[in-house]
């Protein structure tokens, strides 16, 4: 489990992430870190270490941070994810699904980490699982864009339109900025489906 100081800052950073604004994780991180210092939590220390070298590309270096964060706080759900996903980005593919599951089982109300596993499941075609993850992530964060989004794309997957159609509509809904490119293209794929569900 993340420490209680640390939570609402990992969340800010991965949703910064999530939507690109990689100066805004970055200053978030320097914040993080400096707080981890101050509290002497060698393993914050690490994971926020782990997260600047994620933003730059530095995956072989984000991993072994991450074992040393893992190291003082072997129930860190998120450095598992993350482990996971870079792992993906240096094409490692063997292991991921373990990762997640281990990541999971650590901190099983983690919604970032049922989110990334059922990504992961629909990437490499298996939707009726990602379906499964997705829906576990938002029963922890109903309101995570990102994975109504990708619960539509399983959808579409498993030809099932009027779903998709549906998750679409909620990400649009919960969406902070919908004048944003991807409050557009949320619209985009919305008309797009409208028509295939009512022709």
């Given at each position: 489990m993340n420490d209680p100081h640390f939570t609402e800052l990992r969340c800010q950073i991965?949703?910064?992430?999530?939507?690109?604004?990689?100066?805004?994780?970055?200053?978030?991180?320097?914040?993080?870190?400096?707080?981890?210092?101050?509290?002497?939590?060698?393993?914050?220390v690490m994971y926020f270490r782990a997260q600047g070298a994620i933003i730059d590309e530095r995956f072989t270096e984000a991993l072994e941070l991450l074992n040393q964060a893992l190291a003082f706080n072997p129930a860190d759900g998120a450095a598992y994810n993350d482990m996971a996903l870079c792992m993906l980005e240096l094409g490692r593919i063997d292991g991921v699904l373990e990762v997640f599951d281990h990541g999971i089982a650590v901190e099983p109300d983690y919604a970032t980490i049922h989110h990334n596993k059922g990504w992961f499941l629909n990437k490499i075609g298996r939707p009726t699982e990602a379906l499964a993850c997705f829906r576990q992530a938002l029963a922890f964060a109903p309101q995570r864009v990102v994975t109504w989004e990708n619960m539509a794309n399983a959808c579409e997957e498993l030809g099932l339109p009027a779903q998709a159609l549906e998750a679409y509509q909620?990400?649009?809904?919960?969406?902070?900025?919908?004048d944003t490119g991807i409050g557009a293209q949320l619209r985009a794929e919305i008309a797009r489906l409208e028509l295939v569900v009512q022709g």
């Open positions: 991965d949703n910064a992430i999530t939507f690109h604004d990689l100066a805004g994780a970055r200053s978030l991180i320097v914040t993080g870190l400096e707080l981890a210092q101050r509290l002497e939590c060698l393993g914050e909620k990400a649009l809904f919960y969406l902070k900025d919908a």
